[in-house]
């Protein structure tokens, strides 16, 4: 399927962790409870900090100037106290009420104490009156805008009772101002707008913060709302999807094309792509690309048929990297070459069986008389020796004639309920003999466990396990290892669905050409000096009759795989869950 230019807001960004398919679940808005409860702990903490700094630096001053403050020295010691109280209350808090009432009684602490400092340190004129506009502002963030402008009424309250009490010398705890009644009242104006000033505007800045927040938190709701859908389709479609950045490296790939391929996400993570999918000519990387078929390998080292579709991945009109589509077309390029091959057969069969008599009847009338005319004529050496060449080479091709006719027409198959494992031990025998008549050959079996059963011919599919082991042995002349194993799996691939059974025989042997993979299976086709090309022919007609398929896999110099595949019994499902073992699963 053709994919067009992806923009990058859509691949890129909603498929850059590759493949992830469950993110989790969506960010949720922050509890109230728990925001309030980290930002009294701010409060906590900031407290200290600023007690300790300004009240340090003023005790070390005082210090220098060979002055005791024993008010500070109260102060930080009571700071210190009462937070280690606020933290060990505020683990026992857990109503939002409760968490409410306990900033509001920490902020008016807050307030006392400082008016208390400023009191002590020349009130109106105190350096210390810097620390309400902090406790608004705090107030304003932590309480929002009605707890920031309730603290600046307050704070101007208490600021302006200090004020009073100093002007008129009630108490004699603070000292009289050096200030005037019109500078007192002057500074207290002043003091008094900048606190109330600052809460508003502190209120008026927390609450845009709030809606800020509210509206980032639905702004990333959504946000992965999208991504978890975008990525949803993605992780569903049957269709394989990778993306590659601008280097060809892999940065995702789909569930789809993780069980395609066999490769999980993280074994071809930052790979070249052309390098997972076999693709050579990587400076097709830059342009807008048709669908393309590549043959590869899986994981397990099978053979793997793509079709395969790049596009690029943009971002404005830059490209940024691609993004791939591909599709298993293994199974249905093996069922279309078993197609070309049956109507291939299907045209000269007919015209050759008919052939096939019509040069077989005199064929044997010929026979017959040159073998009549060797008895009775009286012949000199050579000649009597191009005689026996002539009687042998007919009788040869009298014997590839039968052949043929014998696979031309049909078998009769006499099926039954067997157990293939049986079947092929029985052949293993005749097998073993064959080897020990070589020079340097081996053979290795894996039978799977528990009884193979299939409907069958048992004698055709001896026939055709001793073509196949035959035509390994003579793929390997100097030697070498056949491995034949049976084993069981569940096919789903272009169009071939169920349990089979799968008898592999594996050689180390000269292997295939690429260019005669797809014709070894016809009639006459041979790479051999001798032979008559009918061997695999008449193997893949009985395995084609018996309702399965011959998979070959081969490298030249490598060896090859001829796997035989039979569907299950339709018996065999029940008897397995009658023994308790899942039929689907390979045993």
């Not at 300790?52 to 102060?75: D, H, K, N």
């Not at 009156?129 to 304003?140: E, N």
């Not at 032979?531 to 084609?544: F, I, M, N, P």
Request: glycine share 10%.
């Amino acid at each position: 399927m053709p994919v067009g230019r992806v923009p990058v807001g859509v691949a890129a960004e909603l498929f850059d962790t590759a493949g992830e398919a469950e993110r989790g679940p969506l960010p949720r808005p922050q509890d109230p409870m728990d925001d309030l409860r980290v930002k009294l702990h701010w409060l906590m903490g900031l407290r200290v900090v600023a007690v300790t700094l300004l009240l340090g630096l003023s005790i070390a001053f005082q210090i220098g100037r060979g002055e005791l403050v024993p008010t500070f020295y109260g102060l930080i010691i009571f700071t210190y106290a009462i937070t280690i109280a606020y933290a060990l209350t505020l683990r026992t808090l857990t109503n939002p009420q409760a968490l409410t009432r306990f900033a509001y009684l920490q902020v008016g602490v807050d307030l006392l104490l400082e008016t208390f400092l400023v009191a002590r340190t020349s009130g109106v004129e105190s350096p210390f009156s810097v620390l309400y506009v902090i406790t608004v502002t705090l107030a304003s963030l932590i309480l929002r805008r009605r707890g920031g402008l309730l603290t600046a009424g307050v704070t101007v309250v208490l600021f302006g009772l200090v004020t009073d009490i100093q002007l008129y010398g009630i108490l004699e705890l603070i000292p009289p101002s050096r200030l005037s009644m019109a500078e007192t009242f002057q500074t207290f104006g002043i003091h008094g707008l900048a606190v109330i000033a600052v809460g508003l505007l502190s209120g008026a800045l927390a609450e845009q913060l709030r809606r800020a927040d509210q509206s980032l938190v639905e702004k990333e709701r959504g946000l992965s709302r999208l991504q978890a859908f975008h990525e949803s389709i993605l992780q569903s479609i049957s269709s394989g999807v990778f993306t590659a950045d601008g280097q060809g490296r892999i940065t995702s790939m789909n569930r789809a094309g993780q069980e395609v391929t066999g490769y999980a996400f993280e074994a071809v993570r930052n790979r070249p792509w052309w390098e997972v999918f076999n693709w050579e000519q990587r400076d097709l990387f830059g342009s807008t690309l048709d669908r393309f078929d590549v043959e590869t390998k899986r994981a397990d080292g099978s053979r793997l048929v793509l079709g395969l579709t790049l596009s690029p991945l943009t971002e404005g009109d830059v490209q940024i990297g691609l993004v791939g589509v591909f599709k298993d077309l293994t199974q249905i390029r093996d069922m279309e070459e078993q197609m070309r091959r049956r109507e291939w057969f299907a045209k000269i069969g007919e015209m050759s069986q008919n052939m096939a008599h019509e040069i077989r009847n005199p064929l044997g009338s010929l026979t017959n008389a040159m073998q009549m005319l060797r008895k009775e004529l009286t012949l000199d050496e050579d000649n009597a020796h191009l005689m026996d060449i002539t009687v042998r080479e007919a009788t040869r091709l009298n014997a590839i004639i039968k052949e043929f006719l014998l696979y031309a027409r049909p078998p009769a198959l006499n099926l039954k309920e067997c157990d293939l494992n049986t079947v092929l031990t029985e052949t293993l025998d005749l097998i073993r003999h064959e080897v020990q008549s070589r020079t340097g050959m081996t053979v290795t079996q894996q039978l799977g466990d528990g009884p193979m059963m299939a409907q069958a011919d048992p004698d055709k599919l001896k026939q055709v396990f001793w073509n196949l082991a035959r035509n390994a042995f003579e793929a390997m002349p100097s030697g070498g290892r056949l491995a034949i194993s049976t084993s069981r799996r569940w096919v789903v691939s272009g169009g071939r669905s169920g349990d089979v059974i799968e008898i592999a025989f594996q050689d180390t042997g000269e292997g295939i050409a690429g260019q005669d993979l797809d014709r070894i299976f016809y009639p006459f086709f041979t790479t051999k000096k001798e032979g008559s090309g009918l061997g695999l022919a008449t193997a893949q007609r009985v395995v084609d009759l018996h309702g399965g398929w011959i998979r070959v896999e081969s490298q030249k110099g490598k060896g090859s795989r001829f796997a035989v595949c039979l569907p299950v019994s339709a018996e065999a499902g029940p008897r397995l869950w009658h023994e308790g073992r899942e039929p689907w699963k390979r045993y």
